[in-house]
C-alpha cells in the first residue's frame, strides 16, 4: 500500500465518488463526511444524483480540511476519486489533477481506460463483499478500500458514522456493513 | 465550537430556531422543502409552532399574525412561492410587522423581486445573500435581529447550492446586542383596557385616538426605508485597489467568482471582486469606491441581467460595466445549468477583458 496516497491533514483534500444508483455511492459519501465531522474536521458534502433509485447517474464529492472550507460545492478539479461504474465516470476522471488517487472498482472499470497520468488502485468490491458475507455492502468495501490509503478519518470513526447514519429498520445490517469495511481496508 | 454536519436547509432552520424563531408555515417547494422538513422535524421541541399551510399566500400570512402577536415567526419558499406572498410582505413592511422570509430560491432570476418591494408601496425588504452555508446560518440569526431591530419583513436569498449542500456549521446562538422592546405587540393584554393597540397599513387610527392616517404613515415609512439604507448595507471585496479588472457577483456565484479571480491573480492579472452581502440595501458607494480604478466592470450572476442595474448605477464609470452572466437553468428546472462552474466563469471574465 502506497504511503503517498495519504492525505496530510493539511489544505483541502477533495474526493469524487461516482457510480449508478444503487451502488451506494450517496450513502458511502455521506458516511465519509459524517466521519470527518465527528472527528472535528470541516467537511463539505455535495450530491448529484437525478430522481432514478437505481441505475441513473449518481455522484457525490466531498471535501475535508482542518479549517473552514474554501472548496465550491461544484468542485472544478479533483485530488481523488472512487469510480464504482464506468457509465457516467468521463466528467469524473476529466477533472481529475494529475497524478490523482483513483480507487477503481475493477472489473466493472477498466484501469486501461483510465488517464494514464492517474495513480490507479484496483479492487474487486463485488467480490470483496461477497466473501466478507456483505453482497450488498458494496459501497462500505469501496469506503474502506480508499479511508485505508487516503487515511482521512479514523476506521473506528468510520465504523461509528455508519452506524450512526443507519435508519432503525435497517440496523440489521451493521454487523454485514463493519465486515464490508474491514475488508475494503484489507483488500 | 461543535460542528453538526446539515444539509444547508436544514442548518438555516437550526440557526433559526437558535434564534428564537418560534413559528414557521410553509408550503413545499424544491428547494426550499428541506427546511420547512427540518422545522417541522425540530420547531415543536423547542417549543414553537410549524404548520405546512395551504399555500404560501396563508402561509406567509399566518406568518404575519404569529409576527404580529410578538413572536419570531418566518415564512419561505422558492421564487415561484415567494411572489405569491408579495401582498403580504407589502402589508408587513408598511404595518411595521417584523419577520423573515427565506428565498431557497432554483437560481438568481429573483433578484428584482427581493430588491424592489415586490408589493404595493414605498418600501423595501432588506436582504441578504450568503455565498455559502456557514455565511447561511450568520445570517438568518442576523436577519431575526435586524426584523426585529427595523420592524420590517426581511429576506435571505439562497438557491440550490446553499439548500442541498451538506456542511460542518456551528449553529449555536449569536448575540448581536439589545433590541427595542416590542411595546407594540397584539398580545392581548390591553384587551378591555380602551387601549388595545392597531397595527394597521393605513394608520388611521381608532375614532377615540386618531392615527396619523395614510400621508403620514406612509411619509414615516419612506423615511424609515431612508435611514435602513444608510445603516445597513454590507460588502466584500478583495484585490480592488489596484485592479484593471473587478468582477461583481452576489450568492452562491460570488464564492465560485472568488475562487477564479484568487487563481487569475495568481496568474499576475490585475483583478478584483466586489460581493454586494447585502442585496438591499445595494452598498452602492462601496461599489463606487472599489471600481475607481477599475476599466472592466463585469457583472457576473445566474439571470438576464438583475442585479446589472445596481451595478450601472453604482459603479465609478458606467460605461465600464460588462454582463458576463446569464440564465442557465439544468434541466430539471430545479437548479443552476453549466454556466455556474469556475471554469467556464474563468473563460467568461478572460473573454471580456481582452
Avoid at chain 1, 92 to 100: D, K, M, Q, S, Y
Avoid at chain 2, 20 to 38: D, K, N
Avoid at chain 2, 198 to 223: C, L
Wanted: charged fraction near 20%; charge should be negative; include cysteine.
Amino acid at each position: 500500500m502506497e504511503a503517498t496516497q495519504a492525505w496530510d491533514g493539511t489544505g483541502e483534500w477533495e474526493v469524487v465518488v461516482s457510480g449508478i444508483g444503487g451502488q451506494g455511492i450517496q450513502l458511502l459519501a455521506k458516511t465519509l463526511a459524517e466521519a470527518a465531522t465527528s472527528e472535528g474536521r470541516h467537511a463539505m458534502l455535495a450530491a448529484d444524483y437525478g430522481g432514478e433509485m437505481r441505475g441513473g447517474p449518481s455522484k457525490a464529492s466531498v471535501v475535508v480540511g482542518a479549517a473552514p472550507l474554501r472548496a465550491l460545492p461544484i468542485l472544478p478539479n479533483a485530488g481523488s476519486a472512487v469510480l464504482a461504474h464506468h457509465r457516467f465516470s468521463e466528467h469524473v476522471v476529466e477533472r481529475l489533477r494529475p497524478g490523482a488517487f483513483v480507487l477503481a472498482n475493477a472489473p466493472l472499470v477498466d484501469p486501461a481506460h483510465l488517464r494514464a497520468d492517474l495513480r490507479v488502485v484496483t479492487v474487486d468490491a463485488k467480490a470483496v463483499a461477497q466473501q466478507a458475507g456483505a453482497p450488498n455492502a458494496l459501497g462500505f468495501v469501496l469506503l474502506g478500500a480508499y479511508n485505508a490509503r487516503a487515511r482521512l478519518v479514523a476506521a473506528q470513526e468510520l465504523e461509528d458514522a455508519m452506524t450512526r447514519l443507519l435508519p432503525p429498520y435497517r440496523r440489521q445490517h451493521a454487523e454485514a456493513n463493519i465486515r464490508a469495511l474491514r475488508a475494503g481496508a484489507d483488500a | 465550537m461543535t460542528l453538526q454536519l446539515l444539509e444547508g436547509g436544514a442548518a438555516i432552520a437550526e440557526a433559526a430556531i437558535a434564534a428564537g424563531c418560534r413559528f414557521f408555515a410553509g408550503y413545499p417547494m424544491s428547494p426550499f422543502t428541506g427546511l420547512l422538513e427540518e422545522m417541522s422535524r425540530r420547531l415543536p421541541a423547542a417549543g414553537g409552532v410549524c404548520l405546512n399551510a395551504e399555500s404560501e399566500i396563508e402561509g406567509v400570512n399566518m406568518t404575519l399574525g404569529a409576527a404580529a402577536a410578538g413572536a419570531r415567526a418566518a415564512t419561505g419558499s422558492c421564487g415561484q412561492g415567494i411572489a405569491l406572498m408579495q401582498e403580504a410582505i407589502a402589508e408587513a413592511a408598511l404595518n411595521e410587522t417584523p419577520f423573515v422570509v427565506f428565498n431557497l430560491a432554483r437560481n438568481q432570476q429573483d433578484y428584482f423581486q427581493a430588491t424592489r418591494g415586490g408589493g404595493w408601496g414605498d418600501y423595501r425588504t432588506i436582504t441578504l445573500a450568503p455565498k455559502d452555508v456557514p455565511e447561511a446560518v450568520e445570517h438568518t440569526q442576523l436577519l431575526f435581529h435586524l426584523a426585529d431591530r427595523h420592524r420590517a419583513p426581511v429576506v435571505l436569498y439562497g438557491d440550490p447550492l446553499l439548500a442541498q449542500t451538506r456542511v460542518g456549521v456551528d449553529v449555536s446562538p449569536r448575540d448581536f446586542g439589545p433590541l427595542p422592546p416590542k411595546d407594540w405587540v397584539l398580545d392581548g393584554t390591553g384587551g378591555g383596557t380602551g387601549r388595545s393597540r392597531q397595527v394597521w397599513t393605513w394608520a388611521m387610527g381608532k375614532a377615540t385616538d386618531p392615527g396619523p392616517g395614510p400621508d403620514g404613515h406612509w411619509r414615516a415609512i419612506a423615511a424609515k426605508f431612508d435611514r435602513i439604507a444608510e445603516l445597513e448595507a454590507r460588502h466584500e471585496q478583495a484585490h480592488v485597489d489596484d485592479a484593471e479588472t473587478v468582477v461583481v457577483a452576489f450568492g452562491s456565484a460570488a464564492k465560485f467568482v472568488e475562487h477564479v479571480v484568487a487563481e487569475l491573480r495568481a496568474d499576475g492579472h490585475r483583478i478584483g471582486w466586489f460581493r454586494p452581502v447585502t442585496l438591499w440595501p445595494f452598498p452602492g458607494a462601496a461599489l463606487e469606491a472599489a471600481t475607481k480604478g477599475a476599466r472592466n466592470v463585469l457583472v457576473f450572476e445566474l439571470n438576464a441581467g438583475q442585479m446589472l442595474d445596481d451595478v450601472r448605477l453604482h459603479a465609478a464609470d458606467r460605461r465600464a460595466v460588462r454582463f458576463i452572466g446569464g440564465v442557465s437553468i439544468a434541466e430539471s428546472g430545479l437548479s443552476y445549468g453549466p454556466l455556474l462552474d469556475a471554469p467556464v466563469i474563468r473563460e467568461r471574465i478572460l473573454e471580456a477583458t481582452v
